[in-house]
Structures are given as structure tokens and as C-alpha cells.
């Protein structure tokens, strides 16, 4: 049992490291899941969501402001259905 639980815990924490990894940013693409994003880059800094009138929900957008490893960029994903529809990548100065 001990070695179960710490595996897991090195598990989370390499998953926690290598998910801080800014420079990850460049490579999320149009077709990912979001479940691919959160493994690939960690949680966004900032998340909203844009409704389709009524109380369903459109889409999602997942905004990650400029960090180590990708200090001049503010990269912004666009979810729909799960799915990545859109990336944008702005640099700022």
C-alpha cells in the first residue's frame, strides 16, 4: 500500500512539473481534447465561458498570461464541444 501511494505522489508531482512547463504552449493545435490541454500545460490563469443564448453553454475560452518559458506571449484557446476549435498566441512587450 505504501508503494502504491507513493508512486501516485511521484506521479502527481512529475504530471504537476512538467505541466508548469510554459514552453508547452506552442505546440496545443486545433482537434485536442481539453483533457489534452490540462495534461500538456496545466490549469489557465484565467477561464471564461461564452454562452449560445439561454443557459447552454457555446464555448470556452482558457486564457494563460505570459509565465517562464514563454515570457512574451499570451496564449488563448478556444473549446467547443471539448474539443480545441481555435489558438491564438499574442505577443506582448
Not at 28 to 42: A, F, T
Not at 62 to 90: F, L, N, S
Amino acid at each position: 500500500m505504501k508503494r502504491w501511494a507513493l508512486f501516485l505522489l511521484t506521479a502527481l508531482i512529475a504530471t504537476s512539473l512538467y505541466a508548469a512547463n510554459a514552453s508547452e504552449r506552442k505546440f496545443i493545435r486545433e482537434g485536442m481534447s481539453e483533457g489534452e490541454v490540462l495534461v500538456k500545460i496545466g490549469k489557465p490563469d484565467r477561464e471564461s465561458d461564452v454562452s449560445g443564448g439561454g443557459a447552454a453553454i457555446a464555448e470556452r475560452k482558457w486564457t494563460y498570461m505570459p509565465a517562464p518559458g514563454d515570457q512574451q506571449t499570451i496564449t488563448t484557446i478556444t473549446i467547443r464541444e471539448g474539443k480545441v476549435t481555435h489558438v491564438e498566441r499574442q505577443v506582448v512587450r
